[in-house]
């Protein structure tokens, strides 16, 4: 289950967490950014490299619905 | 547009332009592809590079300088302020402009060049890259090409789909903040580095002038430090307490890979350059001139391969690279982590230390022997990249 949320709104599209993905789980075009779920491990740490903050790891409980289905 | 390139090169910093450049120079046909709708923006970039290593390439133009260095200030956790002047100069780079100079030399030389083309994939025969998928203006295309280059920044996807391991572990990336600001009182030809563990813990943060009292005014921290606490949360505290009231003209952010070269950077039909390759100076965090050197390297073997007709020629890429910096980059990592944990009461002392070795002997040789005084083996890695 993906665990990890971006929130779009904030993202610069730097692609730094691109760079530390262990699993290329994060694809990026020019304003555009997206978790690849089935290969992401939910690790964080795209997480902890977002200079800004645009990266959130959501403990189960307090995802939100339409992040537990699936869809973005 | 054709169907079939000798060369395919994915993005068009200043890696991916030098490369490009660097092949079409040779005849062969070269197509360059960027992910944006434009050459050099958004710039992700500090901008600062040394006069000797652009000119290795350029001639110095006044459209894509914005101000000249001669001076170094290094600011100590309790403000001590150490200067070191330099005879040669560095530069602070307008790079939306510098990127298009790039690729319009690259374009003069006789390569295509494609904006708004997203490659998402790799097309392979045989565990060989033979060309690229891409998407362009909501259509799915591809390209076939004898060699694929990928300077595709600190992402560094397109290796990955090659097989090579291309992922920065967290705690080597300098997660960056940057904001060009307006009336900033600085001298005008000085770059100014602050260090220390409330600015940019396992990183630093500058001050680089862009003249009429602009300056870049940025940091990077670790992606370690990033699991506490943010690079703009630092950037936002240093200027409530510096430049509380500065028109912010530009706000960025970025990453910055600071470790050695990747293990390989060449596989059969595909070579890396720059940011993708890990080829930035892991001590310092730049990288354009040493991505663009890569990006030489990269363009000239690439179309010597396709010429000579041996696809295996590209594989001595990263034999020439680390002869010609990747050695180098292992000692300056080397040092980084002999300085990356230093204490806030070391960089005093450091400082202190320092401000009683004579003007005239302060150099960045000197401060690092001084640095590093206790740490003998380190002591020689100094004296191989900051002397003679």
Redesign the interface.
């Known amino acids: 289950m993906l665990l990890i949320e971006i929130l779009p709104d904030k993202c610069d599209f730097c692609g730094c967490c691109v760079g530390v993905c262990p699993e290329d789980a994060i694809e990026l075009k020019e304003a555009e950014i997206r978790i690849i779920e089935d290969l992401c491990t939910n690790c964080s740490k795209c997480v902890w490299s977002c200079p800004i903050e645009t990266l959130k790891f959501n403990k189960k409980e307090k995802m939100p619905k339409a992040a537990l289905g699936g869809e973005r | 547009m054709k169907t079939d390139y000798d060369v395919i090169v994915v993005g068009a910093g200043p890696a991916g332009s030098t490369a490009a450049k660097f092949a079409a120079e040779k005849g062969i046909s070269v197509l360059m592809l960027e992910?944006?709708?434009d050459v050099g923006y958004p710039v992700?970039c500090g901008e600062a590079v040394s006069k000797a290593g652009v000119e290795e390439f350029l001639t110095p133009d006044p459209k894509w300088i914005s101000s000249s260095i001669d001076k170094f200030s290094l600011i100590s956790p309790d403000h001590s302020e150490v200067i070191i002047g330099f005879s040669d100069t560095g530069y602070i780079l307008e790079r939306r402009v510098f990127d298009y100079e790039l690729a319009r030399q690259a374009a003069k030389a006789g390569a295509e060049v494609l904006t708004?083309a997203?490659v998402s994939g790799l097309i392979m025969d045989d565990g060989q890259v033979a060309g690229v998928k891409y998407q362009y203006r909501g259509e799915e295309k591809q390209l076939r090409a004898k060699v694929v280059i990928a300077a595709d920044?600190?992402?560094?996807?397109v290796g990955?789909w090659a097989g090579l391991k291309t992922?920065?572990?967290?705690r080597d990336?300098e997660?960056?903040?940057q904001v060009t600001a307006a009336n900033i009182d600085v001298d005008p030809n000085t770059c100014y580095f602050y260090f220390g563990k409330d600015v940019a813990p396992e990183g630093y943060l500058w001050v680089f002038p862009k003249g009429m009292g602009k300056a870049n005014i940025g940091l990077g921290v670790s992606?370690?430090t990033?699991?506490s606490c943010?690079?703009?949360?630092y950037l936002n505290s240093f200027m409530e307490s510096n430049f509380p009231d500065a028109p912010l003209l530009t706000s960025?952010?970025?990453?910055v890979?600071c470790s050695v070269t990747l293990d390989r950077i060449s596989a059969p039909g595909i070579m890396l350059t720059g940011d993708a390759a890990r080829q930035v100076n892991p001590l310092s965090g730049g990288g354009i001139i040493s991505g663009m050197i890569g990006g030489s390297i990269a363009g000239r073997i690439a179309a010597e391969s396709v010429m000579s007709k041996k696809p295996d020629h590209i594989m001595t890429y990263d034999k020439a690279w680390n002869d010609r910096l990747g050695k180098r980059h292992e000692i300056f990592n080397r040092i980084k982590n002999g300085i990356y944990n230093f204490s806030d009461e070391k960089f005093n002392s450091i400082a202190h230390s320092f401000l009683k070795v004579p003007g005239d002997k302060r150099t960045l040789g000197s401060l690092f022997r001084t640095a590093l005084f206790n740490q003998p083996s380190l002591l020689l890695d100094v004296a191989k990249v900051f002397l003679g």
């Not at chain 2, 920044?153 to 996807?157: A, D, K, L, P, T």
């Not at chain 2, 992922?167 to 967290?170: L, Q, R, S, T, Y």
């Not at chain 2, 943010?230 to 949360?233: E, L, P």
């Not at chain 2, 960025?252 to 990453?255: D, H, N, S, V």
């Open positions: 992910k944006d709708r992700r708004r997203y920044g600190v992402e560094s996807r990955r992922h920065v572990d967290f990336m997660c960056c903040a992606g370690l990033g699991k943010s690079a703009i949360s960025i952010a970025g990453g890979p």
